[in-house]
Structure formats: structure tokens, C-alpha cells
């Protein structure tokens, strides 16, 4: 029997996934896998300064133009941000709620601590937190260009190059990048267990296909500041 609300009603049954674990971690997997299928475009998007600053401005432009002459311009990129942006926040909203869930349903920690998780497990939580200061952080150096001191509005490639010419610009790229991997890897691997594809038959081929996605965009997104550091890309 379902239980009343204040009003008399029951309620909805939106409400009641959204409020049961099972419900917050089917939206930590559906949020995640669009943040993910985002991640590989972006990522391929980046991949485009290897071939020089026309191609990657022209990228930058088509951006911000996607879906004319239907869309307005401009229009087609925040579409594009609002469903990402729904995103984010249902994902971080529904990992800090399962994370305090979790914490009241064992309020005394165990008297004999064991590790039982991969380190990736072990530091979902603050990589979460890493990632969220990172998008903040890049948007402020590439999008706004805030804290950029030598941008140039309407040149992402030379932006880009501006942002890793500095030692930090690089260390705080590489160390997100690396929580990103972590993140990726047990969140891929969670989300499919979440959704049912995992089975004793199929749990070595998940994790494979995690591993394997992990580092691919590791290796993607570190290679361009790697590229501007070593000077491939100039």
C-alpha cells in the first residue's frame, strides 16, 4: 500500500523511484552515460588541433553555428549544455544522497577496515569532487576565457595553446584527466550493473570494455596538452 503524502495523496510514482536507492542509481547511470557519450565527442573534437589552427577554429566555430540555418546561432551549443548540465547536477544530487544514505545506514565504522575495493572505488567520491572544480575551472580558462590572461575571443586553437604553455594550466589538466580515467573506469563498470548488462559471463568482457574506455580518453585528452609541452602542436 503505498504510503500518503502531506496532502492525503499518494505519491507519484516518479517520486517514489527518485526516493528509493535503486531509482538514484538508474539516474547516477543514465546521467552518466550521457556525461560519458559527451566525453568521447569532445574528445575527438580536441583531437583536431593535430591538424592545425584552421581546422580546429573552424571547429570552434561550427560549434557555436550546429543547426543553422533551423537553429538560431548559438542556439544548437546550449541545447547542448542545458542537457549536459541537467546532467552534472542529477548526477552529483543523486551521488551525494546514496553517499549519505550509505553513511546512516552504518553509522559505526567496522573495527577491522579491509580493502575490498579497487583504488578507483576507493576514490570515486573525491574524484567526483576534482571533476566538478575542474568543468568550472575550464570553463573560466576556455569558454569564458576569465582566467585565461592571454586569450583571444575567437581562436580556440590559440587558447588552447596559451593554457598549456603555462605549468599549471598543464598540471591541472593532467591531474583531471587522470581522476577522469578513475571515474570512467568504475563508473562504466557500475552503470552497466546498474542497467543489468552485467552477468557472470559477461562481467570479464565489462570490465575490459571499462578498462579499455578509461584509458582510451586518458590517452586522448592528455595527448594535446602533451603535444603543446612537447611541441608537436604549436
Not at 59 to 72: D, S
Not at 179 to 193: D, I, P, Y
Not at 216 to 228: K, N, Y
Request: glycine fraction near 8%; hydrophobic fraction near 50%; avoid cysteine.
Amino acid at each position: 500500500m503505498a504510503l500518503a503524502t502531506r496532502t492525503g495523496r499518494p505519491p507519484s510514482t516518479t517520486r517514489t523511484l527518485w526516493e528509493s536507492t535503486v531509482g538514484k542509481k538508474a539516474v547516477m547511470a543514465a546521467s552518466g552515460l550521457i556525461m560519458l557519450g559527451y566525453l568521447v565527442v569532445h574528445m575527438m573534437g580536441n583531437l583536431k588541433i593535430f591538424f592545425g589552427p584552421e581546422e580546429f577554429n573552424a571547429y570552434g566555430r561550427w560549434l557555436r553555428h550546429m543547426g543553422e540555418p533551423f537553429l538560431h546561432s548559438h542556439w544548437g551549443l546550449w541545447a547542448a549544455r542545458i542537457v549536459l548540465l541537467a546532467a552534472v547536477v542529477a548526477h552529483a544530487v543523486s551521488a551525494y544522497q546514496l553517499s549519505r544514505r550509505d553513511i546512516k545506514a552504518r553509522p559505526v565504522k567496522y573495527a577491522h577496515k579491509r580493502r575490498r575495493a579497487s583504488y578507483a572505488t576507493r576514490t570515486m567520491r573525491w574524484g567526483g569532487v576534482i571533476l566538478g572544480l575542474f568543468i568550472v575551472w575550464h570553463l573560466l580558462d576556455l569558454t569564458t576565457l576569465t582566467v585565461n590572461e592571454r586569450a583571444w575571443a575567437g581562436h580556440p586553437y590559440e587558447n588552447v595553446l596559451a593554457t598549456f604553455s603555462t605549468w599549471y594550466g598543464n598540471t591541472v589538466y593532467i591531474t583531471a584527466t587522470a581522476a577522469l580515467g578513475l571515474h570512467v573506469r568504475h563508473g562504466f563498470w557500475s552503470a552497466a550493473q546498474t542497467i543489468g548488462a552485467g552477468s557472470a559471463r559477461r562481467d570479464r568482457t565489462l570490465k575490459t570494455l571499462a578498462n579499455a574506455l578509461a584509458l582510451l580518453l586518458f590517452a586522448g585528452f592528455v595527448s594535446v596538452p602533451v603535444a603543446v609541452m612537447t611541441g608537436v602542436v604549436n
